[in-house]
């Protein structure tokens, strides 16, 4: 229940593209889905987050879509280019005792975009 | 922009030995936890600490791993006797800057320590 499952592993998109990458999940106490960029050698660095009271978030290129029912929710990278390419973590949190709020990993999406 | 910082960048010790990982977390920042990244696998948990004790800790926290806050800004990580499998990045993150209560949740992490256990 504590799972959160990422697709797809790995993903090559053209300049100009759209990346899109899609995370579901278990346990309904989740409140809070952040994704998190990584470039190699570096600490992840949050590039986005939801709660489940929107469906949507835009904040530039990047757009969260959030289906509660469905247990959902995915990343969409518009116009991508060769910078973006990193991998993508998607995580939740929920309440835990003492407003601990550890974050759930899924296993990232390695992004290459193609000049 | 403020920012969490980790040291050393890279450790590389023996078998058996003590490492302490250190991390100053965001100065206003009220939450803090570490983080594990084995080569190529997703982040895991390890411990949140807060109000000076730990909040929760996974199963692989176990005996050999403590956490403390000595001061007003470091946080620290010790492994007791480390073992192969130990071999990792680790990452300090922290959250909850006074203020807004969405706060808590963004969790913004240090650039990690490379540990190597030969």
Not at chain 1, 2 to 8: A, G, L, R
Not at chain 2, 13 to 30: A, D, F
Not at chain 2, 62 to 68: I, L, T
Request: glycine share 8%; hydrophobic share 35%.
């Amino acid at each position: 229940q504590q799972q959160v499952k990422q697709s797809p592993q790995s993903l090559i998109v053209q300049k100009g593209g759209i990346s899109i990458i899609n995370c579901a999940y278990e346990n309904t106490a989740f409140d809070y889905f952040p994704w998190y960029q990584q470039f190699p050698g570096k600490g992840p660095a949050l590039l986005i987050a939801i709660r489940p009271d929107v469906s949507e978030k835009k904040e530039g290129r990047f757009t969260i879509s959030f289906n509660k029912s469905a247990k959902q929710f995915s990343l969409h990278i518009m116009d991508s280019q060769p910078g973006d390419s990193a991998t993508y973590f998607c995580a939740a949190s929920g309440n835990n005792a003492g407003n601990n709020r550890k974050l759930i990993w899924g296993l990232g999406t390695s992004l290459a975009v193609n000049p | 922009e403020p920012e969490v910082t980790q040291t050393p960048s890279h450790q590389v010790t023996q078998m058996g030995q003590e490492v302490i990982l250190r991390c100053v977390p965001i100065s206003n920042h009220l939450y803090f936890y570490w983080y594990r990244q084995i080569l190529g696998q997703k982040v895991e948990f390890l411990v949140s600490f807060y109000n000076n004790e730990i909040s929760e800790k996974s199963e692989i926290f176990d005996d050999q791993f403590s956490v403390e806050r000595p001061d007003g800004s470091n946080f620290t990580l010790k492994i007791r006797s480390t073992k192969l499998e130990d071999s990792a990045m680790y990452f300090c993150a922290s959250s909850g800057g006074r203020g807004a209560v969405l706060s808590y949740n963004e969790q913004f992490f240090g650039p990690g320590t490379r540990l190597t256990v030969l």
